[in-house]
């Protein structure tokens, strides 16, 4: 009986490292080719911002700029950006890999893995360099801690 729940304690630790392993390693973007790229201007009642104002970055700027962000798995660093109406979506080949992809003009991105087990979460966070792609870049959580 004691093995059964050490097989499955393995499975489940095995699947759950399977799942977020995207997360935890780096992610080499110098090789992604944009298989679709739209920008969507989705203004609502809520939002402050007009998107008009917004210059999002070129389909050619995307690999360089997904190079650029930094990957994070902290929601805390993830929660310091605002959420706009403001985006680009489509999708990207990474090595052999195809993920749909979504860059807020609130200064963060998310790929979202086909087979959805893995999203993985880029943040500007404070990088002036970048704020040319985005309407805020966001802070840092190391700044309150």
């Known amino acids: 009986m004691l093995s059964k729940h050490i097989g499955i304690l393995l499975l489940f630790s ?18 992604v ?3 679709s790229y739209e920008v969507k201007h989705n203004r609502s009642n809520q939002d402050s911002i007009d998107c008009r104002s917004w210059n999002p970055p070129l389909e050619s700027e995307l690999p360089q700029l997904f190079g650029r962000l930094n990957q994070t798995s902290d929601e805390a660093d993830y929660e310091h950006h ?3 109406s403001c985006l680009v979506k489509g999708e ?18 998310h790929l979202f893995s086909k087979n959805k087990k893995n999203t993985i979460r880029l943040c500007a966070n404070n990088d002036s360099t970048l704020k ?14």
């Open 92 to 109: 990207l080949l990474i090595v052999k890999d195809t993920y749909r992809f979504e860059i807020n003009a609130g200064g963060y991105a």
């Open 132 to 145: 040319k792609y985005f309407l805020s870049v966001g802070y840092d959580s190391s700044d309150f801690r």
């Open 82 to 84: 605002p959420d706009y």
């Open 14 to 31: 095995f699947y759950f490292f399977q799942a977020t392993s995207v997360l935890r390693k780096k992610i080499d973007f110098s090789a």
């Open 33 to 35: 080719k944009v298989i």
